[in-house]
């Protein structure tokens, strides 16, 4: 079975960093992308970029290139999101999910929620 | 940037009814790279439609994905408890992938 799991909820301070992760499941990790998707609390989905693991080529969409980075160590299957500095405006659910180059999102993390607060 | 507009915003329906949801492209977008995405509650999102009409792996043959240029349909042909979720359409036609604001499909 393809799955992707990632790491656990995260509390931060404003300011703190973070690193969070995504690990595969099931398929060859270094054939396909891997997304990340930001959803705000009640609000929708927002594309934060993808990154190949094979070769960790990346593409971010600019509202977020700069305040993220996305990185992958393909030896263990494992994509992460990291921030250097984060802000209260930062917390949200982040999710993964694998990714075929300009086609769908599937399957998809369980999602790992992150909560800056001072 | 393509913007992805979804109507309604929020469709009250009773099961065993059909659902029409609709999603409106600001630029044509090759169906090639249109899908659209379940999410219930507290749940990850699920591929349900790709290439705008492919159904995913395991998804029931009541959902259908239909559309070209700018204007993509989602139908459930009659609506189960379990289809009562938020819907997004999400397009990778161009380098800034985006997903529409979602449909909320909501028991009448």
Same mark, same amino acid.
């Given at each position: 079975?393809? =799955?992707?799991?990632?790491?656990?909820?995260?509390?931060?301070?404003?300011?703190?960093?973070?690193?969070?992760?995504?690990?595969?499941?099931?398929?060859?990790?270094?054939?396909?992308?891997?997304?990340?998707?930001? =959803?705000?609390?009640?609000?929708?989905?927002?594309?934060?970029?993808?990154?190949?693991?094979?070769?960790?080529?990346?593409?971010?969409?600019?509202?977020?290139?700069?305040?993220?980075?996305?990185?992958?160590?393909?030896?263990?299957?494992?994509?992460?999101?990291?921030?250097?500095?984060?802000?209260?405006?930062?917390?949200?659910?982040?999710?993964?999910?694998?990714?075929?180059?300009?086609?769908?999102?599937?399957?998809?993390? =369980?999602?790992?929620?992150?909560?800056?607060?001072? | 940037?393509?913007?992805?507009?979804?109507?309604?915003?929020?469709?009250?329906?009773?099961?065993?009814?059909?659902?029409?949801?609709?999603?409106?492209?600001?630029?044509?977008?090759?169906?090639?790279?249109?899908?659209?995405?379940?999410?219930?509650?507290?749940?990850?999102?699920?591929?349900?439609?790709?290439?705008?009409?492919?159904?995913?792996?395991?998804?029931?043959?009541?959902?259908?994905?239909?559309?070209?240029?700018?204007?993509?349909?989602?139908?459930?042909?009659?609506?189960?408890?379990?289809?009562?979720?938020?819907?997004?359409?999400?397009?990778?036609?161009?380098?800034?992938?985006?997903?529409?604001?979602?449909?909320?499909?909501?028991?009448?």
């Amino acid at each position: 079975e393809v =799955q992707l799991v990632q790491s656990g909820a995260q509390v931060k301070k404003p300011g703190e960093s973070l690193k969070i992760s995504c690990k595969g499941f099931g398929y060859t990790f270094t054939n396909y992308w891997i997304g990340w998707v930001r =959803q705000m609390p009640g609000k929708g989905l927002e594309w934060m970029g993808i990154i190949y693991p094979d070769d960790s080529d990346t593409r971010y969409n600019p509202s977020f290139q700069g305040r993220v980075t996305m990185s992958a160590d393909k030896s263990i299957a494992t994509a992460y999101l990291h921030w250097n500095s984060l802000k209260s405006s930062d917390t949200a659910m982040y999710y993964c999910a694998r990714h075929r180059d300009r086609s769908w999102f599937d399957p998809w993390g =369980q999602g790992t929620l992150v909560t800056v607060s001072s | 940037e393509t913007v992805l507009t979804q109507s309604p915003g929020v469709l009250s329906l009773s099961p065993g009814e059909r659902a029409t949801l609709s999603c409106r492209a600001s630029q044509s977008v090759n169906s090639g790279y249109l899908c659209w995405y379940q999410q219930k509650p507290g749940q990850a999102p699920r591929l349900l439609i790709s290439g705008a009409s492919g159904r995913a792996s395991g998804i029931p043959d009541r959902f259908s994905g239909s559309g070209s240029g700018t204007e993509f349909t989602l139908t459930i042909s009659r609506l189960e408890a379990e289809d009562f979720a938020v819907y997004y359409c999400q397009q990778s036609g161009s380098s800034l992938y985006t997903f529409g604001q979602g449909t909320k499909l909501e028991i009448k």
